[in-house]
Structure formats: structure tokens, C-alpha cells
């Protein structure tokens, strides 16, 4: 497709529950970014994706959250034993090239709405 | 560290009316790249503007324009005329060194009323 897809767009999951959303990026793009949006706040970083390579995984806010990229392309965002407090967008976006000063931009998904009761 | 404010949340104004958005950041790399992002109701963040550390030149394009002030580390960004289409959330964001994560804004809601 034309820009980034993610699904699914909304999911509610039962606190517990294992939870997976997906991203499509871009075709041929490098860079895949992996964000989370709490209500009414900025997207915060979760983790980075260079290919299959995940680069930086320092804003994972805990071990039930996991993500890969085994081919480079498709990105799978796995959240285990969901809490109240996942609920929230999660963002993916993709970029071209992988660095350095002119690396074009970053294009994001609509994103993926979890509710966790 | 790496921070972005934005203090204003919400914004309404008329349509037609000039508004401009704040944005003011704090980091301690020496070249770092500032954006601006609309998120419509849909969800998906729109990239509206890159700016460099080392080009303080303002920009404008069409009815927006930004102003880049390092000595007051400010990424100001301005809708000239705005219309009801102009409504969404705005965010800025900034990138340094490392690896192209963004660290964004809190972001303000700007409603335009017609």
C-alpha cells in the first residue's frame, strides 16, 4: 500500500489477555518506529527497528512488551498479560534510509487503539 | 536529556484569524532537527515541517509558517487565516543524535469555529 498500515485499528482486550498489532511500513523503508500515545499526551518512543535489527529498545516500559521485525519488513508489537495501564494508541512509522542528516521523514500509521478493562 | 513543551493544550479561534502555536525545547546536541505533526481526528500524524539546527531561516508555506530562535530554543509555528480544516492537534517534536527516535510535545488541540 501507499503509506503505513496498522492493524487492527481498535482492539479492547480483557486484563490478562496477550495482545498483537501489527504494522505494515511502507514498502523498501528501513527505519520502523514503534510509539505509544496515552490520551491526551505526545507519542512516547517504544522501540527501533534498522531492518530485522532492533537497534533500541529502551522505551519498552516493561518485559510484556516485546516486538520483532524477522524479515524487515512487517513489525509485530506482542504485549503480554494486558494491564489498565497499556491502554492507549499505539503508533508505528517508517522512514527510507536508516541515518544521518538527510534521512527523509518518518511517516505514520493511524495507529492501533488498545482498551484493556 | 531531550525535552519538548508545549504550554499551550487547547486554542480556539475563529476562522480567519491568525494563531500561533508554541513550542519550545531543551537539548544538549549540537545538531538536532525540530518537526511540527497535525493529528487529525483520524489518528495519523502528518508531517508538516523539518527545520536544522544550523538553519535558522523561517519558512513559510502557504498559510503556515514557522519561526526558529535558538537563542530562545524556540520552534514557533504559525497558521495565517485559519479555517475550520486547520483543526486537529499539533505536535512538535525533536530529534537528536540518536538513532532518529523523536521525543514530541504534549501537543495543542487547536479548534477553528466557523
Known amino acids: 500500500g501507499a503509506g503505513v498500515s496498522q492493524s487492527p485499528r481498535y482492539k479492547v482486550a480483557k486484563r490478562g489477555q496477550d495482545v498483537a498489532l501489527r504494522c505494515d511500513p511502507i514498502?523498501?523503508?528501513?527505519?520502523l518506529f514503534w510509539y505509544q500515545q496515552a490520551l491526551g499526551q505526545g507519542p512516547e518512543f517504544l522501540t527501533y527497528?534498522?531492518?530485522?535489527?532492533?537497534?533500541?529498545k529502551s522505551g519498552l516500559p516493561s518485559d510484556r512488551f516485546f516486538a520483532e521485525r524477522p524479515e524487515g519488513s512487517v513489525s509485530t508489537l506482542k504485549i503480554q498479560r494486558t494491564q489498565q495501564e497499556d491502554s492507549a494508541v499505539y503508533l508505528c512509522?517508517?522512514?527510507?534510509?536508516?541515518?544521518?542528516?538527510?534521512?527523509?521523514?518518518?511517516?505514520f500509521g493511524e495507529g492501533s487503539r488498545l482498551t484493556v478493562l | 536529556a531531550q525535552k519538548v513543551t508545549q504550554a499551550q493544550t487547547e486554542i480556539s479561534v475563529v476562522e480567519k484569524e491568525d494563531v500561533t502555536l508554541d513550542c519550545v525545547y531543551e537539548?544538549?546536541?549540537?545538531?538536532?532537527?525540530l518537526f511540527w505533526y497535525k493529528q487529525p481526528p483520524s489518528g495519523e500524524l502528518v508531517f508538516l515541517i523539518r527545520?536544522?539546527?544550523?538553519?535558522?531561516q523561517n519558512e513559510i508555506s502557504g498559510r503556515y509558517s514557522w519561526n526558529f530562535q535558538k537563542s530562545t530554543s524556540s520552534f514557533n509555528f504559525t497558521i495565517t487565516a485559519s479555517q475550520v480544516v486547520d483543526s486537529a492537534v499539533y505536535f512538535c517534536?525533536?530529534?537528536?543524535?540518536?538513532?532518529?527516535?523523536?521525543?514530541f510535545g504534549r501537543g495543542t488541540q487547536l479548534t477553528v469555529w466557523p
Open positions: 527497528f534498522q531492518n530485522e535489527a532492533q537497534l533500541d
Open positions: 527545520r536544522n539546527s544550523f538553519d535558522e
Open positions: 537539548t544538549r546536541d549540537t545538531t538536532y532537527y
Open positions: 517534536a525533536l530529534r537528536g543524535s540518536t538513532l532518529g527516535r523523536l521525543y
Open positions: 514498502s523498501g523503508h528501513v527505519s
Open positions: 512509522a517508517s522512514r527510507l534510509v536508516a541515518g544521518g542528516p538527510n534521512t527523509g521523514e518518518l511517516f
